[in-house]
C-alpha cells in the first residue's frame, strides 16, 4: 500500500498539472509582458511652427496591444522638434529628427520630418492612407474616391476635379470633409489612431495651396 505522503504528492503534481493546462488552454491570447514599443505613426512630416500628435503603442510578444504602460518622449534634436509629454511634437526648424517613446524599460522610435513645403508622395499621401482609405469610410452616399496609392489619389482627387481645386484652399468637398465645415461632418470618423490631426490637415491644404502637384 502507498503510503498517504506519497499519494498527497502525486495528487498535488495532478492537479498543478491541470491548473497549468487550463491556463494555456482557456486563454491562449491571453497578454504577456511588454516585448515591443512602437511609434505611431513611425515616420511622419510637420510643418515649421506646427504642431503634430504621436502615439506610443505597446505590444506584448503576440503582437496583443497593451496599456497601463504610459510613455516618456524625447527628441533627438530640440532644436529641429521638441515633443511634450503626452507625445506631441513641434516643429522648430528644418531637418529631420528621432523622436522617441520610452515604456516599460523599453523604447521605440519615430522620425519627423520638419519641412516648409508638402508634396503629395511623401506627405499627403501617408496621411490619405491611414486617415481616408479605411474599409469604415465613404460606405454610402456618392462615389468614394481611391487613396490607396499617390496615382489613385491624384486621379480621384484632382484630376477627377470632384474634390479641391488647385491652388484654392477655402474651396472644395475635400478640405470642406477633413475641416467639418457645417453642416458637414467631418472626417475621417475613426479612432483616435487615425483621426486626422491640424498638423495633418495643414500639409494636405499646403499641398493644395502649392497647386495640388503630382509630386
Given at each position: 500500500?502507498?503510503?498517504?505522503?506519497?499519494?498527497?504528492?502525486?495528487?498535488?503534481?495532478?492537479?498543478?498539472?491541470?491548473?497549468?493546462?487550463?491556463?494555456?488552454?482557456?486563454?491562449?491570447?491571453?497578454?504577456?509582458?511588454?516585448?515591443?514599443?512602437?511609434?505611431?505613426?513611425?515616420?511622419?512630416?510637420?510643418?515649421?511652427?506646427?504642431?503634430?500628435?504621436?502615439?506610443?503603442?505597446?505590444?506584448?510578444?503576440?503582437?496583443?496591444?497593451?496599456?497601463?504602460?504610459?510613455?516618456?518622449?524625447?527628441?533627438?534634436d530640440d532644436n529641429l522638434a521638441t515633443v511634450?509629454?503626452?507625445?506631441?511634437?513641434?516643429?522648430?526648424?528644418?531637418?529631420?529628427?528621432?523622436?522617441?517613446?520610452?515604456?516599460?524599460?523599453?523604447?521605440?522610435?519615430?522620425?519627423?520630418?520638419?519641412?516648409?513645403?508638402?508634396?503629395?508622395?511623401?506627405?499627403?499621401?501617408?496621411?490619405?492612407?491611414?486617415?481616408?482609405?479605411?474599409?469604415?469610410?465613404?460606405?454610402?452616399?456618392?462615389?468614394?474616391?481611391?487613396?490607396?496609392?499617390?496615382?489613385?489619389?491624384?486621379?480621384?482627387?484632382?484630376?477627377?476635379?470632384?474634390?479641391?481645386?488647385p491652388g484654392d484652399t477655402t474651396t472644395g468637398?475635400?478640405?470642406?470633409?477633413?475641416?467639418?465645415?457645417?453642416?458637414?461632418?467631418?472626417?475621417?470618423?475613426?479612432?483616435?489612431?487615425?483621426?486626422?490631426?491640424?498638423?495633418?490637415?495643414?500639409?494636405?491644404?499646403?499641398?493644395?495651396?502649392?497647386?495640388?502637384?503630382?509630386?
Amino acid at each position: 500500500m502507498r503510503s498517504p505522503v506519497i499519494l498527497r504528492l502525486v495528487g498535488a503534481v495532478l492537479i498543478t498539472g491541470l491548473i497549468g493546462s487550463a491556463c494555456s488552454d482557456d486563454c491562449p491570447n491571453c497578454p504577456g509582458p511588454p516585448a515591443t514599443v512602437v511609434v505611431s505613426p513611425d515616420t511622419s512630416s510637420v510643418l515649421l511652427d506646427r504642431e503634430l500628435q504621436l502615439v506610443a503603442l505597446v505590444y506584448d510578444k503576440n503582437g496583443n496591444l497593451l496599456s497601463g504602460h504610459p510613455p516618456t518622449w524625447s527628441s533627438s534634436d530640440d532644436n529641429l522638434a521638441t515633443v511634450d509629454a503626452d507625445g506631441k511634437v513641434s516643429g522648430v526648424a528644418v531637418g529631420t529628427a528621432t523622436i522617441t517613446a520610452s515604456a516599460a524599460g523599453l523604447k521605440g522610435e519615430g522620425t519627423v520630418l520638419v519641412l516648409t513645403s508638402s508634396t503629395l508622395s511623401k506627405q499627403v499621401q501617408p496621411i490619405l492612407e491611414t486617415s481616408c482609405a479605411q474599409a469604415f469610410c465613404h460606405v454610402t452616399g456618392g462615389l468614394a474616391p481611391l487613396m490607396t496609392s499617390a496615382a489613385e489619389s491624384y486621379a480621384s482627387l484632382v484630376t477627377s476635379g470632384k474634390y479641391l481645386v488647385p491652388g484654392d484652399t477655402t474651396t472644395g468637398l475635400l478640405l470642406e470633409r477633413l475641416h467639418g465645415v457645417p453642416p458637414v461632418r467631418p472626417m475621417p470618423p475613426g479612432t483616435p489612431f487615425v483621426q486626422l490631426e491640424p498638423g495633418n490637415y495643414d500639409l494636405i491644404a499646403l499641398w493644395i495651396q502649392e497647386g495640388a502637384l503630382n509630386n
